[in-house]
């Protein structure tokens, strides 16, 4: 089955107290990316990653990094976390399913993360 | 910015047909339009894309206008379970970039 799969799914962690939010696809895609949700301003890209070891900022890159070690995976790190990170991040991957010849973005089921 | 504006909202009595428009005026000519949809806040689902030609599948319908500028996605007999933010976004289908998502539009299908 084709998936992005995201751990932790909930993190409460205190003011900075770094932190890592790892990502794995299962498709070999080569892009990845990583989005924050919060009330009221959809999806916003935070870093994404065109292929092993090349990253890019998104609109919102401040107070995150993120590394491309191997294709598969896509870790987001915050070094410092603030509670201005408190969000619902999402992790993501593009291109053709397992069994699909359509390209498409898949999306993992999310991390819920409180920063006090 | 995002490429695509909706509307903020809208309402669909259940059964019947929900057209959300999507309105992406600066689009080029190797971008297509796709369509997400996120319940809740699980991880947002693709549903159907196109470049200029219309497209049905078991979720949906998309027409895209003649100029392609604009697009509507069509639940042809909405249910409850539809009751969803829905994403209209443009993008080529390689080149890989910077994806903008919008606010969306909320869909809530009414019993």
């Known amino acids: 089955e084709a998936q992005v799969t995201q751990n932790p799914r909930y993190l409460i962690t205190v003011t900075g107290k770094k932190l890592t939010v790892t990502c794995s696809q299962n498709m070999n895609h080569e892009y990845m990316s990583w989005y924050r949700q919060d009330p009221g301003l959809g999806l916003r890209q935070i870093y994404y990653?065109?292929?092993?070891?090349?990253?890019d900022k998104g609109d919102v890159p401040e107070g995150y990094k993120v590394s491309r070690k191997e294709k598969r995976n896509f870790p987001l790190i915050l070094e410092s976390p603030s509670p201005n990170q408190t969000s619902l991040y999402f992790c993501a991957s593009w291109g053709k399913g397992l069994a699909d010849s359509s390209y498409e973005q898949y999306f993992g089921p999310g991390t819920r993360l409180t920063v006090t | 910015d995002a490429k695509t504006t909706q509307p903020t909202s809208m309402d669909c009595a259940e059964g019947r047909a929900a057209n959300l428009p999507c309105n992406h005026s600066t689009i080029s000519g190797n971008e297509y339009v796709y369509w997400y949809r996120q319940i809740h806040s699980q991880g947002p689902q693709y549903i159907i894309h196109g470049l200029k030609n219309n497209e049905t599948n078991e979720m949906a319908s998309l027409i895209i206008t003649e100029d392609r500028k604009s697009s509507t996605l069509i639940l042809p007999h909405a249910t409850l379970r539809d009751t969803a933010v829905y994403y209209c976004i443009v993008r080529p289908l390689i080149r890989y970039d910077k994806v903008i998502f919008g606010p969306g539009t909320s869909l809530s299908v009414i019993p």
């Open positions: 990653s065109m292929n092993v070891e090349v990253t």
